[in-house]
C-alpha cells in the first residue's frame, strides 16, 4: 500500500462523522491520516473533538459580501500548508466555489442524508418524509459543480417507519452514514476508486 493519504475535514457542526473517520483511522482501518479541520462556524461541536485529538482547526467566517471564489480562495491558501491528497465534506454547510472544486477534482467527498439524487440539498430527511418514500439512506459521492450531484461512490439504505419524525429518520440513517463514510475514505486512501463519468468503480484488492 502507498503512502498515508493526507485528509482535510470540512465541518460545520457536530462532526460526528468526522469522529466516525477519525476513529475508524486510530483502529488502523484507513490509510490516511486527518491532518486539519476546516470549520465555518466557530461554535462547530466538531472543533473541540478536533482540538481534543491534537488536530489543527482553522475557522474562516464567511463576511456577507464576500464572494463565495474570495471565500474559498482563503481557505485555499491556507490549505496549501497542509499538502492535501483527499478533502472531506462532514457536515460542510457550504456549497464550495467552482476554483476549489477544479483544484481538487476527485477529491472531494460529501456525505448526504437521502438516496440521491433524490433529495438533494437541506433538510434532506425532511424532504423524504414529506415525499413519503417508504425507504431512503445515504450517498457518498465525489462533489462536482452541482449540489449534491456529483459521481456516487456508496449507498447505504434504511427503512422510512409510519410514526417516524425527521428526527427519528435522521438518527436511523446517521448510523449507517457512519459505516459508509469511513468505507469510501478506505477505499480511496486504499487507491480503489476509480471514476468514469458519473460512475465511480471499486477496484478488488
Ligand atoms: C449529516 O447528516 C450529513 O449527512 C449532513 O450533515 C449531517 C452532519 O452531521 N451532510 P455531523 O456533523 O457529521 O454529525
Redesign the pocket.
Known sequence: MGRKKRIGVF??????????INEEIKKGGINGEIVVVISDNPD???LLYARQEGIPTHVFIKEKAEKRDDYFSRIMVKLEEYNLDLIL?????RVLSKNIINEYRNRII????ALLPSFPGVH??KQALEYGVKISG?TVHFVDEGVDTGPIIIQRAVPVYDDDTEESL?DR??EQ?HKAFPEAVRLFCEDRLTVHGRRVYILEK
Open positions: 465541518i460545520s457542526g457536530r462532526g460526528s462523522n468526522f469522529r466516525a462547530a461541536k466538531g465534506l462532514a457536515g460542510f454547510m460529501n456525505i448526504h442524508p434532506a430527511q445515504c435522521a440513517i446517521l452514514e
